[in-house]
């Protein structure tokens, strides 16, 4: 085989300056990165160039409401839940721009126009 292949992999206690942890790996990877408290944990994943997706574990929905909101990523799984493909799909910062999927996936498609003035 050719390319870059890695086989299911779990880093525990890795931290936010590792490979696992910096770069965006398309892969069966978990970085486990202890935290102090919700902000820390937050502070810790919107640390990173990317954020195409972010995933959310708790019991606590008011938490996880909460945590999602802050969390710099285009999409956001909570406890384990699937992509809803009726939403939009995408990332932020050098995740990509734009949307798929969704009324949102239409934009780029469509050219907008702007009338000022009395046209009576």
């Given at each position: 085989?050719?390319g870059?292949?890695?086989?299911?992999?779990?880093?525990?206690?890795?931290?936010?300056?590792?490979?696992?942890?910096?770069?965006?790996?398309?892969?069966?990877?978990?970085?486990?990165?202890?935290?102090?408290?919700?902000?820390?944990?937050i502070?810790?994943?919107?640390?990173?160039p990317?954020?195409?997706?972010?995933?959310?574990?708790?019991?606590d929905?008011?938490?996880?409401?909460?945590?999602?909101?802050?969390?710099?990523?285009?999409?956001?799984?909570?406890?384990?839940?699937?992509?809803?493909?009726?939403?939009?799909?995408?990332?932020?910062?050098?995740?990509?721009?734009?949307?798929?999927?969704?009324p949102?996936?239409?934009?780029?498609?469509?050219?907008?126009?702007?009338?000022?003035?009395?046209?009576?």
């Open positions: 085989e050719t870059d292949y890695v086989k299911p992999t779990v880093g525990a206690g890795v931290n936010n300056q590792t490979t696992t942890a910096r770069e965006e790996l398309f892969g069966p990877v978990l970085a486990m990165i202890p935290f102090k408290d919700e902000a820390d944990a502070a810790i994943a919107n640390d990173t990317y954020g195409l997706a972010a995933y959310v574990q708790t019991a929905l008011a938490r996880a409401r909460r945590v999602a909101k802050r969390l710099r990523a285009g999409m956001v799984h909570v406890n384990g839940a699937s992509q809803d493909y009726d939403a939009p799909f995408g990332g932020y910062k050098q995740s990509g721009n734009g949307r798929e999927w969704g949102a996936g239409l934009h780029d498609f469509l050219e907008m126009k702007s009338i000022n003035g009395d046209i009576g």
